[in-house]
């Protein structure tokens, strides 16, 4: 059988494993249960396996990249590198701010987005773009690497290699933190792109000896095992096999218990927003060209505009279900004094067309005097209170009327949305009638007359909750159902919750 020369990421984490007996204190290998069973049912485990090992490096990496700061600014210099298969595996964007993306796809996008022959020069463009911003390495037909999901970090704290393969018929996920395993692991990467895209080797080249695979802290070994272990399901203790007297580190895990809705929500949060990344990311690239059409700039702002709006809904459906998933302590949230007048400034036209789009109208009454300054986190503000007024607007009925009252009381500042119906007195009775919804779950409720899912208001009172605010759900017989969420008033300090 042919053997292809460059090997795979899961080929040098295996060979590397051998070398040390199964033992090594900077890498490690998670199998899928060794007793027999369906294919089928152990890709799944080992599919879960690395969503977990996801979500600790997402962790790790928002505390060691966004621990000094809490505004992101996507013109900064890079703080690190991510090579990755498919789509981004990191689609935080505060951490994508501070990272440059690379991606391997089977699909040579560059030679399908323009005619081969048709515009040479604007092909050139194109790659040259793609090449500073970080994007795409098409994968030769038949290379094998296109069958394993992998994602390598380099940073100035640590270097990470994560693969999720088959181990002959066995999934199984392994990742690695020894930088001579990483710096193998680039090089078989790097000689992929320099064969199918040698334009953009250079300047990946250039940001990777920044960021040279490093030893790292043991510390931050720890703590990312620690977190792999916050993120796991519970392990019945008989599922666990010991290795024997020299500690074998590569443990066969048999996750028995069924995944919960919660996890379910958590991985299609993050599969629907990866993907969405890598369209919005190509959609901006395009429109950074000189010689598009008016028309084609105008959908591609489109296509632009609905990337965003869904990522941001997947990331508010992910941070629900990680809140949930976290009963004993509330996961790192960033709040610090914000002024909530520049986030409705930037927020209230966006409302607006929300509302325009379902025949609604909105508009903000502000108090006369200068708004004070919150304690929240800016970021998640501004995505919580579009996603409350996006799912209040889902249960208006058309030709209503929205008015959000912002007032001052006492410590906190409130924000009330009120439905003021301009409909006909029989309209406005059936309007006052709460919209028909089903539970979803822990988190999810289906609205049936308009097919929408959404966050249920508990979800939505512990989002609220996290970023320091408080939500209350009110029936009123004439207007129907009122929102008011409480937000604190700055006193001159900023807390960090861990």
């Known amino acids: 059988m042919h ?4 090997p795979t990421l899961s080929e040098i984490l295996a060979s590397n494993d051998a070398k040390h007996d199964g033992y090594s204190s900077n890498s490690c290998v998670v199998s899928a249960s060794s007793e027999e069973s369906a294919v089928a049912n152990k890709s799944a485990k080992a599919a879960q396996q690395w969503r977990v090992a996801i979500a600790a490096l ?14 992101t600014n996507c013109n900064s210099a890079p703080q690190g590198v991510v090579l990755a298969s498919f789509a981004p595996a990191i689609a935080n964007p505060q951490l994508m701010s501070k990272l440059r993306a690379w991606t391997f796809t089977k699909d040579s996008w560059q030679h399908q987005l323009l005619p081969a022959d048709a515009n040479r020069v604007a092909a050139q463009e194109m790659l040259q773009l793609a090449a500073e911003s970080g994007v795409v390495f098409p994968l030769l037909p038949g290379d094998p690497l296109a069958q394993e999901q992998f994602c ?3 940073t100035a704290q640590f270097s990470l290699v994560m693969v999720l393969a088959e181990n002959g018929s066995v999934p199984v996920f392994l990742f690695s933190f020894e930088p001579e395993v990483v710096e193998q692991a680039w090089y078989a990467l790097r000689a992929r792109a320099a064969l199918t895209t040698s334009e953009s080797v250079v300047h990946l080249d250039k940001l ?12 931050t070994v720890m703590h990312f095992s620690r977190l792999l272990l916050r993120y796991m399901p519970e392990v019945p203790p008989e599922a666990v096999r010991d290795g024997g007297a020299t500690r074998n580190y590569n443990s066969e895990l048999n996750f028995s218990a069924p995944r919960s809705d919660v996890e379910l929500l958590q991985a299609f949060a993050h599969e629907v927003r990866t993907p969405l990344t890598t369209i919005r990311t190509l959609t901006r690239l395009l429109l950074k060209r000189r010689d598009l ?21 997947m990331e508010l459906l992910f941070r629900a279900a990680e809140l949930e998933k976290c009963t004993t302590k509330q996961p790192g949230t960033y709040l610090t004094a914000m002024s909530l007048t520049q986030v409705l400034q930037q927020s209230i036209p966006r409302w607006q067309k929300q509302a325009s789009r379902r025949n609604l109208t909105l ?22 209170l579009t ?17 959000v009252q912002v007032i001052p009381a006492g410590d906190q500042l409130k924000l009330q949305l009120l439905p003021k119906s301009q409909l006909s007195d029989k309209d406005r009775q059936q309007s006052t009638v709460p919209p028909i919804r089903k539970s979803l779950g822990q988190l999810l409720t289906f609205q049936p007359e308009t097919g929408t899912i959404s966050l249920n208001m508990t979800a939505t009172k512990q989002l609220f909750q996290a970023i320091g605010g408080k939500l209350i759900v009110r029936q009123r017989p004439d207007e129907g159902e009122v929102l008011t969420i409480f937000l604190p008033l700055d006193v001159k300090q900023t807390e960090y919750c861990s």
């Open 363 to 384: 508009d903000v009454v502000l108090p006369q005097q200068q708004l004070p300054t919150v304690v929240s986190d800016p970021k998640m503000l501004d995505r919580v």
């Open 387 to 403: 996603g409350l007024i996006e799912n209040f607007t889902r249960s208006l009925p058309p030709g209503s009327h929205i008015q």
């Open 293 to 313: 059409a008016t028309d084609a700039i105008k959908r591609l702002e489109i296509i632009d505009h609905e990337c965003t709006e869904q990522i941001d809904r």
């Open 3 to 6: 053997r292809w020369i460059i």
């Open 58 to 71: 997402e962790n790790l990496l928002r505390q060691t990249l966004l621990q000094d700061t809490v505004d």
């Open 152 to 154: 390598l970090v380099l």
């Open 208 to 219: 990777v000896q920044q960021y040279y695979p490093i030893a790292p802290n043991y510390q």
